[in-house]
């Protein structure tokens, strides 16, 4: 082969291996699509309003669900989770925002539901962690799985002390039709949708029998005396 054919091949080589190069694009530059957990709205107010005040908490999460991941379980034990699909934001900060403006919407508390510390002491507090949030794809069997624990506390008006007086962990799961990420976020989405109307039956009861316990009194300091 002459000096000039090995010429030409070692230029088309390069070529094709600088082409190829400049065709294979980087995973982390592929698009990521990005979900958020959205229930079907039912405007379902309670009929009655309660002279308490309610704090929610910022819920916490299991450490394998703290971020953007949606995750998902392959086998026993076997959990991982999708690159290209992801939470608009963490699944515990969407349910703490989802879970506050349903407690405002029922409209029960009269003196307030608050998500921060105003200077007013509230009558009671909810904490709450995500213990379970995954597509579960283990040998054709599809679902959706939802698992929540959820604290209220009773807040002592003297003494601030708080009183746990109801605790639950909700699980849900639903099946889904296929392993498809999407299927996994629509029945999410009824998820936290039933889970809502399991938290006013629970909670709309416990807060009726509270306020009927509750000695109202002032939560502010009482005026300096000149």
Not at 83 to 111: C, D, Q, V
Not at 156 to 164: A, E, H, R
Not at 176 to 184: A, C, G, H, P
Request: glycine share 4%; proline share 6%; hydrophobic share 40%.
């Amino acid at each position: 082969m002459s000096a000039m054919m090995k010429a030409k091949y070692i230029i088309t080589a390069g070529l094709i291996l600088f082409i190829s190069g400049c065709m294979t694009i980087p995973r982390e530059q592929l698009v990521i699509k990005r979900f958020a957990i959205e229930p079907p709205v039912y405007h379902n107010p309670a009929d009655t309003t309660l002279n308490l005040s309610l704090k929610v908490t910022l819920f916490d999460a299991s450490e394998i669900y703290k971020g953007d991941r949606i995750i998902y379980q392959s086998g026993a034990g076997e959990m991982n989770y999708y690159y290209y699909h992801r939470w608009i934001a963490p699944p515990e900060k969407m349910l703490y925002e989802i879970f506050t403006s349903n407690m405002l919407e029922w409209g029960l508390f009269h003196n307030g539901v608050f998500q921060h510390d105003i200077g007013i002491i509230p009558t009671h507090e909810v904490q709450g962690k995500l213990t379970n949030l995954y597509a579960q794809n283990i040998r054709g069997k599809y679902s959706a799985v939802f698992h929540y624990n959820l604290m209220v506390f009773a807040v002592s008006p003297d003494t601030f002390q708080k009183t746990l007086i109801f605790q639950k962990e909700y699980k849900i799961t639903r099946e889904r039709k296929n392993d498809n990420v999407f299927s996994f976020i629509q029945e999410t989405n009824i998820i936290t949708a039933e889970w809502i109307n399991q938290l006013k039956d629970d909670l709309l009861p416990l807060f009726i029998a509270e306020a009927e316990l509750y000695n109202p009194v002032s939560v502010f300091p009482p005026p300096e005396e000149y």
